[in-house]
């Protein structure tokens, strides 16, 4: 590369998707207007779910498969993407289906489809008049995750929070036995093919830290700087 060439860097996207599903959830928490709040809390819901395709995505990067099997591979379910990775970089180690983790990812991926994929879906009703009605959405088993997208409220923002980094911890701590200096690494990277051994580790406001601690929000798994601000 020549010297007056700026080097070649991809952005992944992972960064901002953390930081916006965390922003977003404290900020639907502490609006006023419940419509806001609301809304809020269903793009906070999203991010939280496009950070696990992203991170999954992001494992296939460092395997660094070749354009045409990464191709192929680009169309199979997060899940199994996650799966692959593990079998070919960590041989012998695979997801346990039976993870209260992974049942909890479940749940968010069936979420995630109705967001994508929205049709019809029969909601409950709470009470019902001709003169008034007050109705709510079924709830998932094992997060008790509002089924139904347009009845997502604050609660279920940190809910999502906190099913997706449990699965990302059980992930990459248990599963892949990264260290958080190497998830930070991995996950932002903006090198094409990551490299564990080249830090970049975000800076955020300890604020956002206390806000974590206290919804037991854990992100852990990953390398962090906190400043006051």
Not at 114 to 142: C, G, L, M, N, Y
Not at 191 to 212: F, Q, Y
Request: charged share 25%; net charge neutral.
């Amino acid at each position: 590369m020549n010297a007056h060439e700026p080097p070649i860097a991809v952005e992944r996207g992972i960064r901002t998707l953390v930081a916006d599903s965390i922003a977003l959830a404290m900020d639907s928490e502490a609006h006023g207007d419940i419509d806001q709040k609301n809304r809020l809390a269903r793009a906070s819901i999203v991010s939280s779910l496009l950070f696990l395709e992203a991170s999954a995505n992001c494992c296939l990067d460092l395997l660094n498969l070749g354009t045409r099997f990464a191709g192929e591979v680009d169309r199979l379910p997060t899940i199994a993407k996650y799966d692959l990775f593990l079998r070919i970089r960590c041989r012998g180690r695979a997801l346990d289906r039976g993870r209260a983790e992974v049942q909890g990812y479940g749940e968010l991926k069936s979420l995630r489809d109705s967001f994508v994929h929205p049709r019809a879906q029969r909601f409950e009703w709470i009470e019902w008049s001709e003169d008034s009605d007050v109705s709510t959405s079924p709830k998932s088993k094992a997060l008790g995750l509002t089924k139904i997208p347009s009845y997502c409220f604050p609660d279920d923002a940190i809910t999502a929070l906190k099913a997706a980094h449990r699965f990302a911890g059980y992930f990459f701590s248990e599963c892949a036995r990264m260290k958080p200096r190497q998830v930070s690494a991995l996950l932002h990277s903006e090198a094409e093919v990551p490299d564990l051994t080249d830090p970049v580790i975000p800076a955020w406001p300890r604020t956002v830290r206390h806000w974590l601690t206290h919804h037991e929000i854990d992100l852990s798994y990953m390398r962090l700087y906190w400043y006051d601000g």
